[in-house]
């Protein structure tokens, strides 16, 4: 492979962007939802069955793959893609966001990360160095810079200090990735709450120089309120022709408010893992599938559905294998809510290219604030 990683911007409206990130494993639209697939499976799906949701992109996860079965067995496999059969473009975060979760099971330096796994309790190791060597042993298309996310809220000394750790670290990690055609770098801006030093962590990203820019360090305890003030100005911070990435977001109306704010890309764990807990997403709100109002209900989830839970089976037999614990139960469910976030993403495409974004995001909102449909 000797194709570029490359974005064109094909429409805006307001603040809000669509394009394409050309790959040479194919094309993601954007603004585009990545499903994630943690342990190189998102779980209760089949490869075909997340594309046929829509999914131009998945993501992979660092740091349980280091472990399990180690990046090295599945570069001797083929490389991640040839191992999950998904022959599409894949990100892979760094492991930074995972091994900072494990709190009293870690040891932070300059140099790098040191932690027990949760799995056996095995010591590792791991830098900006060793990250970018694994995400290659894995083969992904775009590689995530290794960087430290303190949990919020936290004190203004405490994610400075952090901040220009990570900006040491996106430095050494744009060293370490090297020249790969092919492939692309993404630098990761943090700084909290506050402002300056998100625009500190963003120029000395720009000066670096990535393929693209994520929005680290939301999403990890602060109010949507909060997040929303942070994304009114931070995607304006990287350039316009690079893509914008929000690590870990979210709910559907967080994806909203971020696409209207200028964000292109986004993941988040919340479709499978609502789908397997019998949390579903509709035009109307959000269903529970658990509750006794669908033991006897004929209808669909969605009549305007297309996804095979809606097309297929009625609310009642969702609700039987839910509550049997049947198998099927988080194969449908999960489809359901890939299909709905993928729609949505769609949607927004659409009404971005049509000039009519803010339409669309209200009468969005409207659906999801209706009463009709218990909330989660």
């Known amino acids: 492979m000797t194709q570029k990683i490359s974005f064109s911007l094909n429409a805006q409206d307001g603040k809000a962007r669509t394009g394409v990130i050309s790959t040479p494993r194919g094309d993601i639209r954007t603004p585009a939802f990545m499903p994630v697939g943690t342990a190189a499976t998102v779980k209760a799906m089949m490869p075909e069955s997340v594309r046929a949701t829509g999914a131009d992109i998945l993501l992979g996860n660092t740091y349980h793959l280091m472990l399990r079965p180690t990046a090295e067995s599945i570069d001797a496999l083929g490389g991640l893609h040839k191992f999950m059969n998904w022959e599409r473009p894949i990100l892979t975060d760094s492991g930074g966001f995972q091994v900072m979760s494990l709190s009293g099971l870690r ?179 959000v269903v529970n599938i658990k509750n006794a109002r669908h033991k006897d209900d004929p209808r669909p989830l969605d009549e305007a559905c297309t996804c095979p839970a809606c097309q297929n089976y009625s609310r009642a037999y969702l609700h039987h294998v839910f509550k049997s614990n049947e198998i099927i139960s988080s194969m449908l469910l999960t489809w359901h809510n890939l299909h709905y976030f993928q729609e949505l993403m769609q949607g927004m495409r659409d009404a971005i290219s049509a000039a009519n974004f803010a339409q669309y995001e209200a009468a969005c909102h409207e659906g999801l604030a209706m009463g009709d449909i218990e909330p989660i």
Do not use: N
Request: proline share 5%; glycine share 12%.
């Open 107 to 285: 040891k932070l330096t300059e140099e790098g990360v040191t932690f027990k796994s949760h799995i056996d309790g095995s010591r590792h190791h791991l830098t900006p160095e060793r990250s970018m060597e694994i995400q290659r042993l894995l083969g992904s298309d775009i590689v995530m810079c290794f960087d430290e996310c303190p949990a919020l809220p936290a004190d203004r000394d405490r994610i400075e200090k952090s901040m220009r750790m990570s900006m040491r670290w996106a430095q050494r990690s744009r060293d370490a990735f090297g020249d790969r055609p092919g492939h692309a770098l993404f630098g990761i801006q943090q700084g909290g709450l506050e402002q300056d030093m998100r625009e500190e962590s963003a120029k000395a990203l720009r000066d670096i120089e990535f393929d693209g820019y994520a929005i680290g360090g939301l999403a990890v305890g602060e109010s949507q309120e909060a997040m929303f003030g942070v994304l009114d100005y931070a995607p304006e911070m990287f350039p316009q022709d690079k893509p914008r990435y929000l690590m870990g977001v979210g709910k559907p109306s967080d994806i909203l408010g971020a696409v209207a704010r200028g964000v292109d890309m986004m993941d988040c764990v919340l479709p499978s893992r609502s789908g397997r807990t019998g949390q579903l997403f509709t035009r109307r709100g």
